[in-house]
């Protein structure tokens, strides 16, 4: 695997991509990302969609929301993110470590079609999927509200055990 900056492809400086040529696969930085998303879904018309998943302490970083801004402006209706909205992330309660809330909101600002989900119900899961998939103009952001360790007793909503 190898490290490259490819300038050409996306106009900006430093837009690293880790390219790995034997099993032709990429794993893009979100500016990389985002460009390349962009060109495929404008010339190539690719029907494959793309799914993310992320948690909601990951929301406090700039790079979701550079990522979020553009995914909307350009239309990337062959994208739907997972976001694990389980209300903790490593230092503590989202909440207390910087208060996120009103996320469908601010996703919905972000041109973003958003949906709100129990994560631990199967069948609104399957739900929200079809919704994606049916969704041609925007972006899916699927917010799911989980319980962080949900079915195991001493482990149910105790943050202690994040990260271990």
């Known amino acids: ?4 900056n490819n300038r050409s492809f996306c106009g900006i400086n430093s837009c690293p991509a880790s390219i790995d040529s034997q099993n032709n696969t ?3 930085t979100n500016r990389y990302f985002t460009s390349r998303w962009r060109k495929i879904q404008r010339t190539d018309k690719k029907s494959y969609r793309t799914y993310c998943l992320i948690g909601d302490g990951e929301t406090q970083e700039g790079q979701i929301w550079e990522a979020a ?39 919905k600002a972000f041109k973003w079609n958003v949906l709100e989900i129990d994560g631990h119900d199967m069948d609104q ?8 998939k049916e969704e041609k103009e925007k972006p899916t952001m699927i917010i799911a509200h989980t319980i962080k360790g949900k079915g195991v007793s001493f482990m149910e909503g105790d943050n202690q055990w994040h990260g271990k």
């Not at 993110?81 to 989202?94: E, H, S, W, Y």
């Open 26 to 28: 990429e794993i893009l």
């Open 69 to 107: 801004l553009c995914a909307g402006n350009y239309k990337l209706s062959n994208l739907c993110v997972f976001l694990d909205a389980n209300k903790f992330q490593i230092d503590g309660a989202t909440k207390d470590v910087m208060d996120l809330e009103p996320l469908p909101e601010k996703f």
């Open 125 to 132: 899961i399957l739900s929200a999927l079809k919704k994606a």
């Open 1 to 4: 695997m190898r490290i490259k």
